[in-house]
């Protein structure tokens, strides 16, 4: 209520946003932007320019609210200037804030210290970026003065929220994480057998926006295991040494699932992350699942607490001693705007990197031989797989989100992960020479 009365008092002196990838995260938001007081939009850059001005149509947008034909004249005029440079919108000096939301990771890491240093702060909608090299952005941008943020409406910034919630009022976090649809057979899913997993028709992908490599990030748990390091680096949590176990479980058993082994439940330990799944693993459906939600389990730490639970009608574990928060849904784009003002008005962001806790490597989906060349997230070469930073630096192991285009020069086996040793590494890499920046957090391990 805060914020937007301050947006409210800001109609005559909007926040000037600027957004690089005006992709379907990008276009939620735009629909949203201009419906929303004290806001901006003043530039889009996007390699398809004729498909932005469409886009914009299509969401609401009147023709002459988007058609400036310089900078100069979409700040003057309250309009958008659409380009095809993200580099020009990046040298607008009066720009806000910048949404970098091209789903490409080394164009969001040059776009982002770009911005730096122009100034300006980034909201990175590009969690793969952040899954990278998350911590090594946050340090940049502290030292040009300005804010790097997760994206709200994207689930790490919204489990960001709930484990500060928790935190806030004197809880201990147990577990922070989000559901998703799960079978462990999802890992060696293809843009090929993705439509089927999900059970969409031909005409239906033929009649939408639907990208199969996206769709299959999101199915083969690259996507989760992406999110999940993000969560784990912004908030001090680790992930189990196994990565994710994608346990099942319903809204009402949060509590009992999401607690330490010991204590009769899923995790390896305490102040982890994982993704729950929305099926069993016989693959019928969970009632009251947690698909499209996020959650975090904590600990009441004192009988008193645990009895308060009790007196409130608090769902809890068996025990009395965990209980659960959860939101049962995100709305990605659409609520980018909270992340807008919470950065340009309070100085502050919706989640961000503080340590290398952990970090996404490449596993084969498919026996690979020499000379084959991988493709990256989504696709029919390798998924993404959570492990502690600490492992995956030891064990030299390829990150997820440098796989793309590299040639494997050794067998590798299906399910295995893929070392530095096993691929033709790329000399003078900047993103090689920006991790080498980051130093992974050993963490507790019981």
Same mark, same amino acid.
């Given at each position: 209520?805060?914020?937007?009365?301050?947006?409210?008092?800001?109609?005559?002196?909007?926040?000037?946003?600027?957004?690089?990838?005006?992709?379907?995260?990008?276009?939620?938001?735009?629909?949203?932007?201009?419906?929303?007081?004290?806001?901006?939009?003043?530039?889009?850059?996007?390699?398809?320019?004729?498909?932005?001005?469409?886009?914009?149509?299509?969401?609401?947008?009147?023709?002459?609210?988007?058609?400036?034909?310089?900078?100069?004249?979409?700040?003057?005029?309250?309009?958008?200037?659409?380009?095809?440079?993200?580099?020009?919108?990046?040298?607008?000096?009066?720009?806000?804030?910048?949404?970098?939301?091209?789903?490409?990771?080394?164009?969001?890491?040059?776009?982002?210290?770009?911005?730096?240093?122009?100034?300006?702060?980034?909201?990175?909608?590009?969690?793969?970026?952040?899954?990278?090299?998350?911590?090594? &952005?946050?340090?940049?941008? +502290?030292?040009? #003065?300005?804010?790097?943020?997760? %994206?709200?409406? !994207?689930?790490? *910034?919204?489990? @960001?929220?709930?484990?500060?919630?928790?935190?806030?009022?004197?809880?201990?976090?147990?577990?922070?994480?989000?559901?998703?649809?799960?079978?462990?057979?999802?890992?060696?899913?293809?843009?090929?057998?993705?439509?089927?997993?999900?059970?969409?028709?031909?005409?239906?992908?033929?009649?939408?926006?639907?990208?199969?490599?996206?769709?299959?990030?999101?199915?083969?748990?690259?996507?989760?295991?992406?999110?999940?390091?993000?969560?784990?680096?912004? &908030?001090?949590?680790?992930? +189990?040494?196994? #990565?994710?176990?994608?346990?099942? %479980?319903?809204? !009402?058993?949060? *509590?009992?699932? @999401?607690?330490?082994?010991?204590?009769?439940?899923?995790?390896?330990?305490?102040?982890?992350?994982?993704?729950?799944?929305?099926?069993?693993?016989?693959?019928?459906?969970?009632?009251?699942?947690?698909?499209?939600?996020?959650?975090?389990?904590?600990?009441?730490?004192?009988?008193?607490?645990?009895?308060?639970?009790?007196?409130?009608?608090?769902?809890?574990?068996?025990?009395?001693?965990?209980?659960?928060?959860?939101?049962?849904?995100?709305?990605?784009?659409?609520?980018?705007?909270?992340?807008?003002?919470?950065?340009?008005?309070?100085?502050?962001?919706?989640?961000? *990197?503080?340590?290398?806790?952990?970090?996404?490597?490449?596993?084969?989906?498919?026996?690979?031989?020499?000379?084959?060349?991988?493709?990256?997230?989504?696709?029919?070469?390798?998924?993404?797989?959570?492990?502690?930073?600490?492992?995956?630096?030891?064990?030299?192991?390829?990150?997820?989100?440098?796989?793309?285009?590299?040639?494997?020069?050794?067998?590798?086996?299906?399910?295995?992960?893929?070392?530095?040793?096993?691929?033709?590494?790329?000399?003078?890499?900047?993103?090689?020479?920006?991790?080498?920046?980051?130093?992974?957090?050993?963490?507790?391990?019981?």
């Amino acid at each position: 209520m805060v914020l937007y009365q301050q947006l409210k008092q800001r109609e005559d002196n909007p926040l000037r946003v600027g957004l690089i990838g005006a992709g379907k995260f990008g276009s939620m938001y735009l629909a949203q932007a201009h419906r929303t007081p004290g806001v901006h939009v003043a530039a889009i850059a996007d390699l398809d320019v004729p498909r932005v001005h469409g886009t914009l149509r299509r969401i609401g947008w009147p023709d002459h609210a988007h058609g400036a034909e310089s900078v100069e004249a979409a700040l003057a005029e309250h309009t958008c200037f659409v380009t095809d440079d993200a580099q020009k919108l990046i040298n607008i000096s009066e720009l806000d804030v910048i949404i970098e939301s091209t789903g490409h990771v080394v164009a969001a890491v040059d776009h982002a210290l770009q911005a730096f240093d122009a100034g300006t702060h980034i909201i990175m909608v590009t969690v793969e970026a952040d899954a990278l090299i998350g911590p090594v &952005l946050a340090a940049r941008a +502290a030292a040009a #003065g300005v804010v790097y943020s997760l %994206a709200y409406g !994207d689930q790490p *910034a919204l489990i @960001c929220e709930l484990v500060d919630w928790a935190r806030l009022s004197g809880f201990r976090v147990t577990c922070a994480g989000k559901g998703t649809k799960y079978l462990p057979e999802f890992h060696f899913s293809t843009p090929d057998t993705v439509w089927g997993y999900y059970g969409f028709s031909d005409e239906q992908v033929a009649s939408g926006d639907y990208n199969a490599p996206m769709f299959n990030s999101f199915l083969d748990g690259t996507k989760s295991a992406i999110e999940m390091a993000a969560v784990a680096n912004a &908030l001090d949590l680790y992930p +189990a040494p196994g #990565g994710l176990g994608f346990p099942p %479980a319903a809204v !009402d058993e949060l *509590a009992q699932v @999401c607690r330490p082994k010991r204590n009769g439940g899923a995790l390896e330990r305490s102040g982890t992350v994982e993704v729950v799944s929305s099926l069993h693993r016989d693959g019928s459906t969970i009632a009251q699942d947690l698909r499209w939600g996020v959650y975090v389990s904590f600990e009441a730490g004192h009988e008193y607490v645990a009895r308060c639970f009790k007196e409130y009608g608090i769902v809890t574990d068996d025990s009395g001693q965990y209980a659960a928060l959860y939101k049962p849904a995100h709305f990605i784009g659409l609520e980018l705007g909270v992340s807008v003002a919470t950065v340009c008005l309070q100085g502050q962001p919706t989640g961000v *990197a503080r340590k290398f806790n952990a970090d996404v490597v490449a596993v084969a989906k498919r026996d690979l031989k020499p000379g084959d060349r991988l493709d990256g997230e989504g696709g029919y070469t390798v998924f993404g797989k959570l492990l502690p930073s600490a492992d995956s630096i030891e064990q030299d192991v390829l990150p997820i989100g440098m796989s793309h285009g590299l040639t494997v020069t050794g067998p590798v086996a299906r399910g295995q992960q893929i070392r530095w040793a096993d691929v033709e590494r790329a000399n003078g890499s900047r993103l090689l020479e920006l991790r080498g920046q980051m130093s992974p957090d050993p963490g507790p391990r019981s």
